[in-house]
């Protein structure tokens, strides 16, 4: 087991993209982390910089404080699962969980007993003689997830590991992967697109854009204060509303409406600045009567999400969303009053946070 | 209803007509062996052995039997294990105008073994002292076979996700490792269409052996076919279809194998 650090890590490739800009990151060791970000932003090619299956053109990479940024894969110590789990499709799991180990020159007699011993830990012992062909999605996460736990590797890098499961079968890998990562306490470096998988597993995350890392943050941190408005507008099942204003005086105008200044900017602006006002759709206050520091328009649209309701109301030409809980819900065309969340709403300015 | 019927009959008179013209060659090709003194025409065989008993006593039809297939299994060994490296080199490192290169082989390679390049190539093979050498015979032939073997073999390569091999890197497999644990096992429905179209092209090839090749007892069926012929210039039936039955047998057979092995289904395996 061992930290994973990168320092200021560059790739380029020759077509002249810039997939990753001078990245600096320190993954300490046993931790979950997730990279997150819109598809093309680096994630995957940061995890493969990692691996080594990228070769960097700038900076190193340090597993366990030694720089393997010139060692080839086989030399890192460290197991991969693909997002298609490339198991080998003319092996049967037994042979497929120890291929790490037939690499090692284990004798044959050793690898099978742990490979059979890794399998039973995940529940495959009764799939051992299958193809990877005879096996469910879900099976052929869990015998690619006991390949990599038979390397017995400092640190384990997950390229989208649920992405090709079900949508129900999804939720039930990710408690499971969470509870093994957490027993094994082998770093682990994972790569997503869906901000809602990285908030749920991870111990820590990063944020990712065009090659940069745009945040670095516990889930609570990322979801509560994130650092600039494209971590704002990406993290969250509800888009985080995302308000042009300004500020005049001791209050914001935004839309049209006062608003008082956020708890977390107070003293921090001042009169004039141009700014945009952040607030999550599950931090207002939604009533049907008038109230001090409103947003006030014109319900325009209600989307049932279960157990709550998603309003959007026109506030003179802007859409504002607010989470109702239910029984409480509008009609279409109602005049409609959200309150803002004073130690929950955020401001921006030039897109970083106040 | 009536003429759904006549279509039917139609139709189905029109199959019977065509299928019998297919047909007839090959029916005389495993009756007129059997037969004492085979004409042209079809009858039915009086069952003698005597045909068989002439093949075997001419001095030259059943080694060069033998010949065929060490020509082509020589050829098909070599066009498999090149088509094989050079295929998945091209599949996996991008050059500048690969496509070129390979459509540029492709077109060239009909010539190689064409007629248009005969002298050159006898020319070739006399200046490097492969004239009647069947290693000689071998690498000409291989060279013909291998731009299309090549293209071939690159699609099913291509059509094999990378992951695969990364996945064995990472775990720390060397180059040839991956090649022989991984990449082989995947490809091998290509590497035996590959094979099977090698020996099947070199066991019908007529040309390049007969040029080639001026010693008679290292030319090849496909040649020694040639050669049949009675005393009176006549072309000898009794032998030509006996040593024909045999010529044949050995291709219906690796067709019947490699049927049975692979179906002729190219999947390979491989999960999409």
């Known amino acids: 087991m061992a930290a ?28 979950f982390f997730a990279l997150l970000g819109p598809s093309g932003c680096g994630k995957t090619t940061l995890l493969r910089t990692i691996a080594g299956l990228e070769s960097a053109t700038g900076g190193s990479v340090l597993i ?5 940024t010139g060692t080839q894969p086989g030399g890192r110590d460290v197991a991969m699962v693909f997002q298609d789990y490339a198991l080998f499709p003319h092996m049967d799991v037994t042979d497929n969980i120890a291929y790490p180990l037939r690499i090692k020159k284990v004798a044959k007699g050793a690898r099978r007993a742990k490979a059979a011993e890794v399998a039973a830990r995940l529940g495959l012992d009764h799939l051992m003689d299958r193809r990877p062909g005879q096996l469910s999605g879900g099976q052929q996460q869990r015998v690619a997830l006991a390949r990599v736990m038979a390397t017995q590797a400092q640190a384990y890098l997950f390229d989208e590991p649920l992405s090709n499961l079900d949508a129900r079968l999804r939720l039930e890998a990710r408690t499971f992967l969470k509870k093994l990562q957490r ?9 997503t697109h869906d901000q809602a998988e990285a908030l749920a597993m991870a111990d820590r995350m990063a944020v990712m854009e065009a090659g940069h890392i745009r945040q670095i943050g516990t889930p609570a941190e990322v979801f509560q204060r994130p650092a600039n408005t494209f971590v704002a507008g990406f993290i969250g099942s509800t888009p985080m509303n995302l308000l042009d204003g300004s500020v005049r005086g001791d209050t914001l105008e935004v839309a049209g409406c006062k608003l008082p200044v956020p708890a977390a900017a107070e003293g921090r602006v001042s009169d004039g600045d141009t700014i945009v006002y952040g607030v999550r759709p599950e931090y ?18 209600v989307e049932n999400l279960g157990a709550s309701h998603l309003v959007t109301l026109d506030v003179a030409g802007v859409n504002v969303q607010a989470v109702v809980p239910e029984g409480g819900e509008p009609a279409v065309g109602d005049e409609g009053h959200a309150v803002p969340r004073r130690d929950r709403a955020l401001v921006y300015r030039d897109g970083a946070l106040v | 209803m009536t003429r759904f019927v006549l279509g039917r009959i139609g139709f189905s008179t029109l199959v019977a007509v065509l299928l019998a013209f ?39 039809a059943l080694p060069s039997l033998w010949n065929s297939v060490v020509l082509s299994a020589g050829t098909a060994a070599l066009v498999v294990a090149f088509a094989a490296l050079a295929a998945y080199a091209l599949s996996r490192v991008r050059l500048p105008g690969r496509d070129a290169l390979l459509y540029a082989l492709l077109l060239l390679s009909s010539i190689i073994t064409g007629t248009a390049a005969m002298v050159p190539l006898f020319q070739l093979a006399v200046e490097l002292n492969l004239i009647d050498s069947q290693f000689g015979l071998i690498l000409i032939l291989t060279g013909g076979l291998l731009p299309a073997a090549i293209f071939m073999l690159k699609d099913f390569v291509d059509a094999t996700p990378q992951s695969y091999e990364e996945s064995a890197r990472v775990f720390g497999a060397s180059p040839l490792q991956i090649v022989r644990h991984v990449v082989v096992p995947l490809v091998r429905p290509g590497l035996a269409t590959i094979a099977v179209w090698a020996v099947a092209n070199v066991w019908g090839n007529f040309l390049m052996p007969y040029l080639l090749l001026s010693d008679v007892r290292k030319q090849p069926a496909a040649v020694i076919t040639y050669t049949l012929y009675t005393e009176g210039g006549q072309a000898n039936l009794s032998m030509l279809s006996t040593f024909g039955l045999l010529y044949s047998i050995p291709v219906v057979l690796m067709y019947l194998f490699v049927s049975k092995k692979y179906g002729f289904r190219f999947h390979g395996g491989i999960k999409r």
């Open chain 1, 183 to 191: 027993e094994l306490g082998v770093t682990t470096v994972f790569v």
């Open chain 2, 22 to 60: 297919f047909t007839l060659p090959l029916l005389w090709l495993v009756t007129a062996p059997f037969t004492s003194n085979p004409t042209y025409e079809v009858t039915v065989p009086d069952f003698t052995w005597d045909n068989f008993a002439a093949v075997v006593e001419h001095p030259y």
């Open chain 1, 284 to 301: 207002m206050t939604y009533s049907a009567e008038p109230a001090e520091g409103a947003l006030s328009g014109k319900v325009a649209i």
């Open chain 1, 4 to 31: 994973i650090e990168l320092r200021g890590l560059s790739k380029v490739y020759p077509g002249g993209v810039r997939a990753l800009d001078a990245l600096d990151l320190v993954i300490p060791d046993g931790e």
């Open chain 1, 64 to 68: 366990g404080g030694r720089d393997v």
